[in-house]
């Protein structure tokens, strides 16, 4: 079965918007296809599409750039490239142990982070890092405004972005670059095979005080919770000016098991299985990004394992 008519590859954003304004609704983006070509295999039921929009030729979506102390990372650039980046593993290190994990080499070497975020799952491991690291994502939108906004303003329901994939285009993500005294870390579990998400994962980022011995503030996203990726905001307060210590790491597990109701799903975990997860993970994930944040040393774990 035929399941598009055209398929184009615009070099530049604006093209983009005109191609799809041109096809009114009826065309789609496509990066790396690991997530749209089965949705589009699997659940085809309406008329086929009139044209995909290839967005993998765009320059500035292809690239990364660091500007002032922040990364700009294009929306089409691979898990891959991602894995690739020593500035990334140093310095937004959960981000490479996230990307790292997501499918097989296959997978990964297509496949982009503007995908993983446009599918709007809120399991999605490149999304679980980007909240932890408070990125902004910038779109440009089919009525040719084109804007910063925070990530989790992008998710709407499992599934369902703000963006409108046949009119809009994520174009970038921007984040800040751990400083001295901050570091990040990502785990996750997952099932061996069958399927394409986590069970649960965890990405955390924390800044420490002068001395390095107290924490300073912490981001926490552990997902997927609830129908879109949330931080968990009540662990993050219980280690505001804590002491890093065992006590500390108890209440924080202590609060994260009383503020976080995971739900069932079907084909990965009982709500039950993930509530005792979300332990384990917080119990590797936030050390591990306090003694990268005190030795100034980030190597990423994990990378490849998916
Ligand atoms: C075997 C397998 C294993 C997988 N394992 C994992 C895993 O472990 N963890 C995980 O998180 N995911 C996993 N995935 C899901 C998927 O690979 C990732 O979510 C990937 O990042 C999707 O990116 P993509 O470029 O392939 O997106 P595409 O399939 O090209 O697009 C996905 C959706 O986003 C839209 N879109 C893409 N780019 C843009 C853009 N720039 N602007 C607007 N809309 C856009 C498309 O129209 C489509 O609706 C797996 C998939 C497969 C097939």
Request: with cysteine; proline share 5%.
């Amino acid at each position: 079965m035929q399941l598009w008519q055209d398929y184009h590859t615009p070099t530049s954003v604006e093209e983009t918007i005109q191609l799809l304004s041109s096809y009114a609704g009826n065309s789609r983006i496509i990066a790396g296809g690991t997530d749209l070509l089965i949705d589009l295999q699997f659940s085809h039921s309406g008329p086929m599409l009139d044209a995909l929009i290839d967005v993998t030729a765009i320059p500035e979506m292809t690239r990364m750039s660091e500007q002032d102390g922040s990364l700009i990372v294009g929306a089409a650039v691979t898990h891959t490239n991602i894995v690739k980046s020593a500035l990334i593993e140093a310095k937004a290190t959960c981000l490479v142990e996230s990307c790292g994990v997501v499918g097989g080499p296959q997978v990964r070497n297509v496949g982009t982070l503007g995908g993983n975020v446009a599918h709007a799952l809120p399991a999605g491991d490149g999304t679980t890092s980007l909240v932890a690291l408070d990125a902004q994502a910038e779109v440009a939108w089919g009525d040719g405004r084109r804007e910063w906004l925070p990530i989790l303003e992008l998710y709407k329901g499992p599934g369902v972005s703000a963006l409108d994939s046949s009119r809009d285009l994520l174009v970038a993500f921007r984040f800040k670059l751990s400083k001295d005294g901050e570091a990040t870390a990502f785990k996750r579990i997952m099932r061996p095979q069958g399927v394409a998400l986590p069970v649960l994962g965890c990405a955390v980022w924390v800044r420490l005080d002068e001395s390095k011995q107290k924490y300073d503030c912490a981001r926490i996203c552990i997902g997927p919770i609830g129908s879109v990726p949330t931080r968990a905001t009540e662990v993050e307060l219980a280690l505001y000016g804590q002491p890093i210590n065992d006590d500390t790491l108890e209440k924080a597990v202590q609060i994260a098991h009383e503020s976080l109701h995971p739900r069932t799903s079907k084909y990965r975990a009982t709500a039950e299985y993930r509530d005792y997860m979300i332990e384990t993970l917080l119990r590797q994930a936030l050390p591990l990004a306090v003694k990268r944040a005190q030795t100034g040393v980030a190597q990423a774990e994990g990378v490849g394992m998916g």
